[in-house]
């Protein structure tokens, strides 16, 4: 097991557009929890190992501001110094991966004419979608989801991360990170396969052979417009328009991407805005689609989200039936 101890700090601030909800932007309930952390959160405060290329940091990040006066104090932990450029490379990627610059007024405007669901919009005026991992990171925790129990997933990841991840150790805290792809050249589908995570074993392999190749450049594609980002992300191993649609929301922050509606996000999606048990995933589309138009996945996330941070204070017995934790 490697452990990576980071001892050398640098602090900067960054200023996020207003309106900004700290909480609701760092910290995701509706992600699944697994035992070895890659991130940590309290009211205010957020810390996660953070890859920028090769190389591996911690970051810790402070709510300093207001909802409409917004500060952020990021503090970096690294193993050498880090001069004025690299330092500046670090905050662009906090700011892009986290949506800390994205003008969402339109969006603010929208949501005032949605008069069922705006309590619940204004309670998390200012939260982003944000995704802390790079898109291979990413993409290892979205194999490991496929076709099984949030239990199973947690089993697996950690399997994983105890295998081939690092521990990263810093201002007392101990955090995980998941491997590179390169750290996988040498490891076989039956090595994977060993640590039971089934046919996924392939998928693993295959998709870190292809970062290794450089099928996709991840940065940029950040320049890239919704169809050609979603044809380059589908050339990788293993990436359907499922998993493609879901990288274009939480990676690159296509808020339209409401086109598929799974069987057991069609049960979640019936109570949340029918109060039903099963509505037709047709009706749920359209009904989206027509009142959000371009912002539809975002409008979503807000409720999604929502009825997650109830559920960590109040038993939802219909949610627990679905998200089988």
């Not at 952020?72 to 905050?91: D, F, G, M, W």
Request: with cysteine; glycine share 4%; charged share 30%.
């Amino acid at each position: 097991m490697k452990t990576l101890i980071l001892k050398r700090t640098k602090k900067f601030f960054i200023i996020p557009t207003s309106p900004f909800n700290f909480d609701g932007t760092f910290h995701k309930p509706s992600h699944f929890p697994n035992k070895l952390k890659l991130d940590d959160w309290k009211p205010k405060e957020y810390c996660q190992t953070f890859r920028v290329d090769r190389d591996l940091f911690a970051i810790v990040i402070k709510d300093k501001g207001t909802l409409l006066r917004p500060k952020l104090e990021i503090t970096i932990y690294s193993r050498a110094n880090l001069n004025a450029q690299y330092l500046e490379k670090i905050k662009q990627e906090i700011i892009y991966r986290f949506g800390l610059n994205f003008n969402l007024s339109e969006f603010n405007r929208l949501i005032k004419s949605d008069k069922r669901f705006y309590p619940i919009f204004k309670k998390w005026i200012g939260m982003r979608s944000s995704s802390q991992y790079t898109l291979y990171e990413l993409l290892i925790i979205a194999i490991v989801l496929q076709n099984t129990t949030v239990r199973r997933s947690q089993q697996m990841l950690d399997s994983l991360l105890a295998s081939f991840g690092t521990k990263v150790s810093f201002d007392n805290k101990t955090l995980w990170t998941i491997w590179l792809p390169k750290e996988l050249e040498n490891v076989s589908e039956e090595e994977l396969r060993a640590l039971k995570v089934g046919y996924r074993a392939k998928f693993i392999k295959k998709l870190s052979e292809n970062f290794v190749d450089g099928k996709v450049d991840e940065f940029k594609l950040r320049d890239f417009d919704k169809e050609n980002t979603k044809e380059e992300l589908m050339k990788l191993y293993g990436v359907g328009p499922e998993t493609a649609r879901i990288l274009l929301f939480e990676t690159y922050h296509f808020y339209d991407v409401f086109d598929h509606i799974a069987p057991w996000q069609q049960k979640i999606y019936s109570r949340l805005f029918y109060g039903k048990k099963l509505v037709s995933a047709n009706k749920i589309y359209n009904d989206i689609k027509s009142q959000y138009g371009k912002y539809s996945m975002l409008a979503v996330h807000y409720i999604w989200e929502d009825i997650f941070w109830k559920r960590t204070t109040k038993n939802i017995p219909w949610l627990e039936k679905e998200i089988r934790l």
